[in-house]
T-cell receptor, first 114, second 113 residues
């Protein structure tokens, strides 16, 4: 039982490049989400999914795409990387039902866009 | 659109109780209050959650006011390893019918030797 696995742990991109941050969980969790954390700041919600095939926007969705084709995986795509997307990205998953929703977080992906 | 407010920072002497407040005045009747903490730049870690009654586990206690508009996380005997950012969150219902969790900026707790 690996929990929530994020890859890669570190990534450096050039402005305009695209890439996909991977997130996988082996706990059969329905709910998954992506957050970004800038230095000295709190976590901001990018996108989330309440189940396979269902995604929705969080606080800061612009510049990112997501899809949820399986319960296990929730990749985050940067379409055209910008320096403002330099941040630490955290993926989280949790079991639904809605009433109790304890989230488990991955170790994060540290992204630098030059 | 965070539904909680917390003080930005607090200090606590090692060995003393740390009491971290959170205001969630717009909470709905069936929503839980969750507390997480983040040590350094690690992923946030779940601490405790509650609905109406006070809760206690091996990490902390959670005191929820009777009107449920605020709560306090209590670390009974704070240690240096409890230095972290503590987040209080509740569910936010989306207009699309889904729900999400907004973390806000949290409280930066510094435990002093």
């Amino acid at each position: 039982n690996a929990g929530v696995t994020q890859t890669p742990k570190f990534q450096v991109l050039k402005t305009g490049q695209s890439m996909t941050l991977q997130c996988a969980q082996d706990m059969n969790h329905e709910y998954m989400s992506w957050y970004r954390q800038d230095p000295g700041m709190g976590l901001r919600l990018i996108h989330y999914s309440v189940g396979a095939g269902i995604t929705d926007q969080g606080e800061v969705p612009n510049g990112y795409n997501v899809s949820r084709s399986t319960t296990e995986d929730f990749p985050l795509r940067l379409l055209s990387a910008a320096p403002s997307q330099t941040s630490v990205y955290f993926c989280a998953s949790s079991y639904s039902p809605v009433a109790k929703n304890i989230q488990y977080f991955g170790a994060g992906t540290r992204l630098s866009v030059l | 659109d965070a539904k909680t407010t917390q003080p930005p920072s607090m200090d606590c002497a090692e060995g003393r109780a740390a009491n971290l407040p959170c205001n969630h005045s717009t909470i709905s009747g069936n929503e839980y209050v969750y507390w997480y903490r983040q040590i350094h730049s690690q992923g946030p870690q779940y601490i405790i959650h509650g609905l109406k009654n006070n809760e206690t586990n091996e990490m902390a206690s959670l005191i929820i006011t009777e009107d449920r508009k605020s709560s306090t996380l209590i670390l009974p005997h704070a240690t240096l390893r409890d230095t972290a950012v503590y987040y209080c969150i509740v569910r936010v219902d989306s207009t699309s019918g889904t729900y999400k969790y907004i973390f806000g900026t949290g409280t930066r707790l510094k435990v002093l030797a």
